[in-house]
Structure formats: structure tokens, C-alpha cells
């Protein structure tokens, strides 16, 4: 039973390109969750998802950041026109039903570097 | 909104000697989650913690929810190199499991 799985592991972009993360939750979860750590920083959430629907996306940076978990296929975390302070850690995490106090498993992480 | 702060922020023990890392909430917890993850990795599922009072175990540590439900203690006893990492406790906050995550405790164990 594979677990969360993202995929690059790591991702350099210039300033200004395009990043895509990707995110494909355990066998049987349609809930995702994607979280930021900035370097020295703590875990931020970011948006929550199920498939087809944004249910929370309260932690999303207004601008150049969105998301989607489509019906078929991975959870995708998409930045446009990137900068060096995007420079982070991003990890998703997934949960088989939307419901509080449900173990989230999280993913190895997206390590975004920026030049 | 809720906060959580960890302490301490990072800690040094020998091998073999008990630790503990505490989880203050700003407001009543639903519940609690610890975690603990390796620099460059990601987060591995400790324990999770609903009611006051309750604690759990898993090989050496021992975790804790206070009665009121505003902190928790994680506990290693005889810790060893492999227990090195970072701990995040993590709780519930509005929408269903969107969780909120304390500042972090580095943990080294020296040998």
C-alpha cells in the first residue's frame, strides 16, 4: 500500500518560470491537504482539497499560487511567475474522509528552490 | 486564530537519557497530533490524542493531554541517536483536518 506520494522531490526554477507540484494521495483518500515550510519556519497550511473541489484554501497566497485535485489523476500546486521567497518546503498530506481528529498522512515533500 | 508554541526549540541529550517537549495552545484543543520529522523529509505519524487526560505509548514515547485540553507533553525515555529529528505537535483548526503546527522542537542525541 503505497503512501503519499509528490513528485519532483526537488524543483530549481529561475525567478519568474512556472513551478508544478504534484501530489498523489494514498490508494482510497480523496482528501488532500497541501502545506508550505519556509527555511526556519514552521509548517503553514496552505489549501485543502477533495477531488473536483477547494474546500479551504484560507492559507493560499492571493496571488500567482492555486491549486487543483481533479477527477482523475494527482492533486496539483501550481506557481506562477515564481520568486526567491518560494523557496520552500511543500507538503502534501491526504485523509481518506474530511473529518477532524483523522490521522493525515503526509508525502516526502517538494523542495522548490528558486534562483 | 489558534496558536501553538513548542519548548524548548531545540535540545541536545546524551544517548540513553529521558526527554521531554512540551505543546502550549493559545485556545482549547479538539485534539492533538505529534510528528516527528527527519531533516529533509517528511512528517511520520506519532500519535494522536483526543481526550483530557488521555496518553498514549508507542516503544519509547509516551504522550500526554492535559485535562483542560491546552497542552501536551511528548516523553522519549532512553533516547538513542535514531529518535533525533524534528518533533511538531499539530492540531485542528476549522475545516475538518487542516491542522495547525506548533513552532518545532530540534531534537540531537549525542552519543
Known amino acids: 500500500n503505497a503512501g503519499v506520494m509528490q513528485n519532483p522531490r526537488h524543483l530549481v526554477r529561475r525567478r519568474g518560470q512556472e513551478a508544478r507540484l504534484r501530489c498523489s494521495p494514498m490508494?482510497?483518500?480523496?482528501?488532500v491537504y497541501w502545506y508550505r515550510q519556509l527555511p526556519e519556519e514552521g509548517l503553514k497550511f496552505m489549501v485543502y482539497?477533495?477531488?473536483?473541489?477547494?474546500?479551504?484554501e484560507s492559507g493560499m497566497p492571493k496571488e500567482r499560487f492555486s491549486a487543483e485535485f481533479p477527477k482523475e489523476g494527482p492533486s496539483i500546486l501550481r506557481i506562477q511567475q515564481v520568486v526567491r521567497g518560494d523557496s520552500a518546503a511543500y507538503f502534501c498530506?491526504?485523509?481518506?474522509?474530511?473529518?477532524?481528529?483523522?490521522?493525515?498522512?503526509f508525502g516526502p515533500g517538494t523542495r522548490l528552490t528558486v534562483l | 486564530s489558534q496558536e501553538l508554541e513548542q519548548s524548548p526549540q531545540s535540545l541536545i541529550v546524551q544517548e540513553g537519557k529521558n526527554l521531554t517537549i512540551n505543546c502550549t495552545s493559545s485556545?482549547?484543543?479538539?485534539?492533538l497530533y505529534w510528528y516527528k520529522q527527519k531533516y529533509g523529509e517528511g512528517l511520520i505519524f506519532l500519535m494522536m490524542?483526543?481526550?483530557?487526560?488521555e496518553e498514549k505509548s508507542h516503544e519509547k514515547i509516551t504522550a500526554k493531554l492535559d485535562e483542560k485540553k491546552q497542552q501536551s507533553s511528548l516523553h522519549i525515555t532512553a533516547s538513542q541517536p535514531s529518535h533525533a529529528g524534528i518533533y511538531l505537535c499539530?492540531?485542528?483548526?476549522?475545516?475538518?483536518?487542516?491542522?495547525?503546527f506548533g513552532t518545532g522542537t530540534r531534537l540531537q542525541v549525542t552519543l
Open positions: 490524542l483526543q481526550k483530557g487526560g
Open positions: 482539497l477533495q477531488k473536483e473541489n477547494i474546500i479551504d
Open positions: 485556545k482549547t484543543l479538539y485534539g
Open positions: 490508494k482510497g483518500h480523496s482528501h
Open positions: 499539530g492540531a485542528p483548526t476549522g475545516t475538518a483536518s487542516k491542522l495547525t
Open positions: 498530506a491526504s485523509s481518506p474522509i474530511g473529518q477532524v481528529m483523522i490521522e493525515q498522512f
